[in-house]
C-alpha cells in the first residue's frame, strides 16, 4: 500500500472536469465502484465527490478513486485524459486558489526555482525538481515519491505542458522519459518549446 497523503485541490478539480466531460451518472457509478473502506470519504453524488481543496487525502483512497475513474482504459485513452484532465486542472486552480502563486513563478526560470514548494502544496512526499537546460527547454524530476500512481504520473505529465503555455510558451511539448513503475528509478519529463 502507498504511503503518502494527496491534497484534494487538484484532484477534485479533475473530478469535477472528469464529471461534466462524461456526465453526471457515469463520475457517480465509478465511485460506487470504489471499495467501500476507501470510499466513505467520498460522496458519490457530489460533483466535486465531496473533495475538500484543503483537505489532505489518504494516497492509496485516492489511487483508489483514479483506478475507478481510469478502470477498462487502454493506456493510450489514460494518456489522453490525463492530458485533457491536467488541462482542465490547470485552468481551474491557476484562476483561482493557485493563481498569485504562478503570478510569482510567470517565466520558465521562476517556475523552475519554485516548483518544489508548489509541489509540496499537493503531494507531502517526493522530491520534485526542475532544471532548464539551455534555452526552450527543462528536465522535471521526481524522486522518493512513495505515493506515486500511474494516473497522477501522466497527471502530472500533462500539466508540464499547460504549466509553460500558461506561462506563455510557444510550441510547447512533453515527453515522458522515465517512470518508476517501468523500473526507473525515477519520474521524469522533458519540456521543450520554441523561444
Request: hydrophobic share 40%; proline share 4%; aromatic share 10%.
Amino acid at each position: 500500500m502507498s504511503s503518502g497523503r494527496i491534497k484534494g485541490a487538484a484532484f477534485r478539480e479533475l473530478l469535477i472536469w472528469y464529471g461534466s466531460r462524461f456526465g453526471a451518472s457515469v463520475l457517480t457509478a465509478r465511485v460506487l465502484s470504489v471499495p467501500p473502506d476507501d470510499r466513505r470519504e467520498f460522496d458519490p453524488y457530489s460533483p466535486s465527490v465531496g473533495v475538500i481543496p484543503s483537505a489532505w487525502y489518504a494516497a492509496h483512497t485516492v489511487h483508489s478513486l483514479l483506478d475507478a475513474v481510469t478502470a477498462g482504459t487502454s493506456q493510450g485513452e489514460r494518456e489522453q485524459l490525463a492530458i485533457e484532465g491536467s488541462e482542465a486542472v490547470m485552468k481551474a486552480t491557476l484562476s483561482g486558489v493557485y493563481r498569485l502563486i504562478f503570478k510569482v513563478m510567470a517565466t520558465p526560470e521562476r517556475y523552475a526555482s519554485h516548483a518544489p514548494k508548489l509541489w509540496s502544496s499537493y503531494y507531502d512526499c517526493g522530491r520534485f525538481n526542475v532544471a532548464l537546460r539551455g534555452r526552450g527547454a527543462a528536465i522535471c524530476t521526481i524522486e522518493s515519491w512513495s505515493s506515486h500512481h500511474d494516473f497522477i504520473c501522466l497527471l502530472n505529465w500533462g500539466a508540464a505542458s499547460a504549466i509553460y503555455r500558461a506561462i506563455g510558451c510557444a510550441n510547447v511539448r512533453t515527453e515522458r522519459t522515465s517512470c518508476v513503475d517501468a523500473g526507473a528509478s525515477c519520474c521524469r519529463f522533458v519540456t521543450r518549446w520554441d523561444e
